[in-house]
């Protein structure tokens, strides 16, 4: 099995995102409180396809199976071809829980996982940095207060439930920092001289290369990654 390499030194770049960033991003949604005071919670792996691996901690790798539970501070990596695996971010039953969807050749630390409260009230802040490669993520009708942010190289997304949309939020991120929204939307910031905040709706993409919003293609391929 081959793997990806440089993911430790990649891991680095999520510790970069200056506070401008961060700034714009509270500018895209709404001033709310944020759990300072939760409960760390674990992450769990629903499905694993092909050669996938973790480190701990920075401790040595080890292969990742299904059912497995994740916590923060976990690097997830996934093989070169033919290698996927799903992990449910919180509570909830399969059919309502987020997730995250790694694909082959990609690398996404497991930043942060904290909860606080319980069931309809219960805030989940989540803190992922995709290293390379690319995710598909669902973010469901959750607590308003809810955020899950994931930076990668050059940016940082933030996803929020979109409790206008029934399908929450459902979007494709590639580690350039391309993403494609199926439903729901979300803020997106790069690093830069002149950093801009940038809200990506439903049927919409971002490119950086273009710093352009355009409209999703009725053929995109990401249409196919997930079944509503």
Known sequence: MTFLMGTKKNSIYG????????????????????????????ARVVRVTGAVRCSIDGRPWQTLKADDLIKAGTVVQTAKTKATVD???????????????????????????????????RVEEVELNLLSGQILGVVNKTAAASKCDV????????????????????????????????????????????????MVSAEEQFDPATGQITRLPPDAPERKLYHF
């Open 15 to 42: 510790h970069k995102l200056g506070c401008s960033a961060l700034a714009l991003l509270t500018i895209c949604w709404p001033v709310q409180t944020w759990p300072d005071d939760g409960a760390p919670f674990s």
């Open 151 to 198: 930076s990668f190289p050059n940016g940082i997304a933030s996803v929020r439930a979109d409790l206008a949309d029934s399908k929450g939020t459902v979007y494709v991120l590639n580690s350039s920092g391309v993403v494609k929204v199926l439903a729901g939307k979300i803020g997106i910031v790069l690093v830069s001289d002149n950093p801009a905040a940038q």
């Open 87 to 121: 992990i449910q971010l919180g509570t909830g039953g399969s059919a309502d829980a987020n997730f995250v969807r790694l694909f082959e050749n990609s690398g996404l630390a497991i930043k942060k996982l904290v909860s606080k409260g319980s069931g309809n009230d």
